[in-house]
């Protein structure tokens, strides 16, 4: 403006038409620069967060830090990201700008624009938030926030599945653009690395602790070795077995080192291990003290099968080793686990009162059987029927105490009490009754005799204990339960029967049992009559047919036996055997009635029959 001295010429034209060209070129230069600088900066802030997804273990911090430097790298007003809850299908804000713990948004993952985008799995990118439909101003009254513009990216993981949704809001200066949807896309896949990572991490530490804690609380030594046999890991329990008192005494050491002088063996056995090796009931010395321990080798294998070192497993098994030795003498090595595993196999040992139910067994007709079999054929043969009648026996948690002979004693309810155990009783003789049919239906093929046995039950106080002399000591239960068990048993062949059980037992069982009361008596060497009552759960319609029909009217029988209505009873025992006539017992009733209609009893009479036999 103003040329001083004269007009501005066409000269003057030219020269400014250069200098402006050569100012342009220089302000384009700088403009190129500044951009090359911004993009320089952008890529080392992206960097930076690449890195970030590298390093940091903590998912939290990274995507706090993933989000600020989106929402400063797109220049946006605010940015959050949604991570889908798969067990309520909901979105709900991870992180996000402006949020705080108290103001976390949720939505079902199919609502509102990020709804959208979680569907679709494609990127939405809004320039006018209020003018779209799929947008929920109930958001912004949430948060008091105003949306403006939006751009929203879908998150997928490694399988390519939607996981999450990225959002930034309001682009300072209008809409965002392609180059700011690149950028989220960018950012929004380290988002997705920086789950993985994480959760990688999460599943590896739980991973982590859950082994530890397993090892922590195992009663078995665990100790690791690398290839080159130094021990990486030992548990508490060994620590304990070997008497260490601090964990940098093992972690180190070769096995050479650690395993010496009679413990060689061990280190001996770690070298070169390739597949699993147990050594069972072996010995270690430890500061003078002889363990007998079971010890199992296994080598660690890689992705590749390739040998990464060895684990050694040592269980110490002196002590339980002792008491099972002792125990097993006197039950099936089952229930000694089972004491052994209670802890209280000593008071056992020591003896106390419980109420248990007893079962005897004895064969029928057993001296006939070996005078046939002779001595071979004999023990054969009791050999083969106690191996059915123990299993029936252990099979409903009871203890075989004894054989007496072709007999057996069993127990319910100690050294191992069921809230059942009358009812294990009753099941196990039903079960011995239908075995032996098994049995018997096997031998009669072979073209043997048969056996017959009977068993009486009864529930009662027993005093059991470890009882002997210092030269023979045995577990057993003694007491009047045990012998009125043993009366009922041998009252079996009286009545025809094959499962007798007290009213002591009757009283005692939890199920129903179709049973019919034989007796009333007084057994000898009693002075208190007892209830002695038949199970017939073991018959079919071969062996008793129209049982059902059979028992009402036995019932009815013994109902006017009770009373003294000899004649009515009579008839109706008759009636009974004209269903079944190998009815031994309805015979017996008949036969009684006769004898107490020729000798009428002195007196009230109460049904009770005095035996006068064992």
Not at 365 to 384: C, D, H, M, P, R
Request: glycine residues 8%.
């Amino acid at each position: 403006l103003n040329k001083i001295a004269g007009q501005f010429s066409q000269y003057d034209l030219d020269l400014l038409e250069a200098m402006t060209e050569q100012a342009a070129i220089a302000i384009q230069g700088n403009i190129i620069v500044e951009q090359i600088e911004a993009a320089r900066k952008q890529e080392l802030e992206f960097l930076d967060v690449v890195s970030q997804v590298s390093s940091e273990l903590e998912l939290t911090p990274l995507l706090q830090k993933i989000i600020s430097t989106i929402s400063k790298m797109l220049d946006c007003e605010r940015a959050t990201l949604f991570i889908n809850d798969e067990k309520t299908n909901e979105l709900y804000t991870e992180v996000g700008e402006g949020l705080d713990e108290k103001s976390v948004i949720r939505f079902p993952n199919h609502m509102g624009i990020a709804g959208t985008v979680f569907s679709s799995a494609k990127p939405v990118n809004i320039p006018h938030a209020y003018a779209d439909l799929r947008f929920n101003p109930g958001f912004d009254k949430q948060t008091g926030f105003f949306t403006r513009s939006m751009l929203c990216m879908p998150v997928l993981n490694k399988e390519g599945k939607t996981i999450g949704v990225s959002q930034v809001l309001n682009k300072r200066g209008g809409s965002f653009n392609s180059e700011d949807e690149k950028r989220l896309a960018a950012f929004t896949s380290q988002i997705s690395m920086g789950i993985e990572n994480a959760k990688l991490f999460a599943d590896v530490q739980t991973q982590q602790n859950y082994s530890e804690s397993i090892l922590s609380s195992m009663h078995d030594a665990v100790i690791t070795l690398d290839d080159e046999g130094v021990i990486k890991t030992c548990n508490i329990s060994g620590m304990r077995i070997f008497k260490v008192p601090i964990i940098s005494e093992v972690i180190g050491k070769t096995a050479d080192d650690f395993f010496t002088d009679s413990n060689r063996w061990l280190a001996d056995n770690l070298k070169d291990v390739t597949e699993k090796d147990e050594l069972l009931d072996a010995e270690l010395q430890v500061e003078g003290e002889t363990l007998s321990v079971n010890v199992s080798i296994m080598p660690l294998l890689g992705e590749k099968k390739e040998v990464l070192g060895a684990m050694v497993m040592i269980e110490d098994i002196s002590s339980e080793k002792r008491m099972k030795s002792t125990m097993s003498r006197y039950m099936d090595p089952e229930l000694a686990d089972q004491l052994m595993d209670a802890g209280d196999s000593d008071d056992f040992l020591g003896g106390k009162q419980s109420v248990g139910s007893v079962l005897f067994s004895d064969v029928r007709s057993f001296t006939t059987i070996t005078e046939e079999l002779g001595a071979q054929g004999t023990v054969k043969l009791l050999n083969e029927y106690f191996t059915i009648m123990v299993d029936c026996i252990t099979d409903e948690g009871g203890m075989l105490d004894k054989f007496i002979g072709d007999a057996m004693m069993c127990i319910f309810g100690t050294p191992v009490p069921h809230d059942d155990d009358p009812d294990r009783a009753v099941r196990a003789a039903i079960r011995m009754m239908t075995d032996l049919k098994v049995y018997n239906d096997q031998r009669a093929a072979e073209g043997k005799l048969p056996i017959d046995h009977g068993m009486g039950i009864n529930t009662d106080s027993i005093v059991s204990g470890n009882i002997g002399s210092p030269k023979r000591m045995d577990y057993t239960v003694i007491g009047d339960g045990v012998n009125l068990a043993a009366r009922i048993e041998s009252a079996c062949k009286q009545y025809g029967a094959h499962i007798l059980i007290s009213e002591f037992t009757l009283k005692a069982v939890k199920a129903t049992y179709r049973t019919r009361q034989v007796d009333y008596v007084i057994v000898k060497g009693k002075t208190e009559p007892v209830g002695v009552y038949e199970v017939l759960d073991y018959h079919d319609d071969e062996s008793y047919p129209n049982l059902v029909d059979a028992l009402g009217i036995f019932n009815d029988g013994h109902r006017c036996w009770n009373e003294g209505k000899w004649d009515q009873s009579t008839k109706l025992f008759k009636d009974v055997l004209k269903i079944n006539p190998e009815d031994k017992a309805a015979q017996l009733y008949i036969d009684r009635c006769v004898h107490m209609k020729k000798n009428p009893p002195k007196g009230d009479w109460d049904g009770v029959w005095v035996m006068t036999t064992k």
